[in-house]
């Protein structure tokens, strides 16, 4: 609300949201991170902007690199995840904020940034939300002092370990708010070129990672045409190759077209089955045509069967499915295969959704 009641468009919203997510919700947003981000902008045509993370150029040697394995327990599922400064690729958010406001805001940057930059210095309370996902990735977030500084709670222990801050506790970070003024009053050089750029080139090269200035200053943001996809009476934009995530959208609908959702009733046995064996065909589809897949591809084998379908679904790669459990018998009705274009799309090799 600040951007738009200083007299800033959607766009200028878009940014300070943005930016007060990477104070408010750091698992899931920071300045160091990448990103996407799809604009519609009045009279003109819709474009992505491609800020997502690039893989640095040079690899030194695995000795040399810093990395581990931390397994997240998600209750229900486990994930691995790998943390050290040898897993850090080359942030893009930063210069795809700067591409957005250069091309589409209005407002000047440091007005954007000015909410976030403050409830950076003052600290904002922890909702219920991000203190659960806190917990979850407390082994992330807490592995060195200087971030349990920032993100512990220095009373409290979680089985043995250091605790992350609880729900309405105060997260204070006031060096990310000096950090983000000063992005704001100087532009993206700062993080690509200047202060902050050698500072994270020192902490890769002293502590196990693979960054370069080079990798920093060769940063570019992509601008793509959106993947335009229609589903019933709607016409959709999403994510384009060569991220995955669209296509997959892409598919999942393809196979939910042919049924009557409403008719089914909102989260009912029949429409839940129906979204969980979806969901499941779009795991099984990018599996199928990611580059693991394509190696050991050969004719006749379950790879070469489009779509890769489990029992009591259409038919064709039934024998080389997993068996389906109980608990998830599918409706009686299946999904439809999805159209020759979004076969095509799903096709496309999978990279970061």
């Known amino acids: 609300m600040h951007a738009l009641a200083a007299g800033g468009n959607a766009f200028d919203a ?7 997510a990477c104070v408010a919700e750091p698992v899931l947003a920071s300045p160091g991170g990448g990103g996407f981000i799809l ?41 691995a995840f790998h943390v050290g400064v040898g897993c ?3 942030p893009g958010l930063v210069a795809g904020m700067f591409a957005v406001h250069r091309e589409l805001a209005r407002l000047p940057m440091p007005v954007i940034a000015a909410p976030a930059v403050q409830a950076a210095r003052d600290g904002i309370a922890v909702s219920p939300f991000m203190a659960y996902l806190m917990t979850l990735v407390a082994p992330i977030y807490l592995e060195r002092p200087a971030a349990r500084a920032i993100f512990g709670d220095p009373t409290a222990t979680l089985d043995g370990a250091p605790a992350p801050v609880k729900a309405g506790g105060r997260l204070v970070n006031p ?10 009053r100087e532009g993206e050089d700062l993080f690509y070129r200047g202060d902050v750029a050698a500072a994270i080139v020192r902490q890769s090269r002293e502590a196990g990672g693979h960054i370069t200035a080079d990798d920093l200053a060769a940063y570019r943001v992509q601008a793509r045409a959106p993947l335009r996809l229609r589903y019933r009476d709607a016409a959709l934009l999403t994510n384009p190759p060569p991220a995955a995530g669209g296509l997959m959208i892409a598919f999942a609908l393809a196979l939910l077209s042919g ?26 589809a ?4 990611g580059p693991r897949a394509r190696a050991s591809r ?3 084998s379950a790879a070469t069967c489009w779509p890769p379908t489990p029992p009591r679904w259409p038919a064709r790669c039934a024998a080389a499915a997993p068996p389906t459990s109980a ?10 295969p999805p159209s020759a274009t979004a076969r095509a799309a799903a096709r496309s090799s999978p990279a970061p959704a």
């Open 14 to 20: 878009v940014l300070a949201a943005l930016l007060a």
């Open 88 to 90: 850090a690729a080359t």
């Open 175 to 184: 060096v990310l708010g000096d950090m983000l003024e000063q992005l704001a």
């Open 327 to 336: 608990s998830s018998t599918p409706p009686a009705t299946p999904p439809r």
């Open 259 to 284: 049924h009557d959702l409403k008719g089914m009733g909102f989260q009912t046995a029949e429409h839940v089955a129906l979204l969980a064996r979806a969901q499941a065909e779009t795991v099984r």
């Open 39 to 79: 604009a519609l902008p009045t009279g003109r045509e819709p474009r992505l902007y491609d800020a997502f993370v690039h893989t640095p150029r040079v690899r030194r040697p695995q000795a040399e690199a810093c990395a581990r394995e931390v397994i997240t327990d998600w209750g229900t599922a486990q994930q």
């Open 298 to 300: 050969r004719p006749g």
């Open 286 to 289: 990018r599996a199928a045509a």
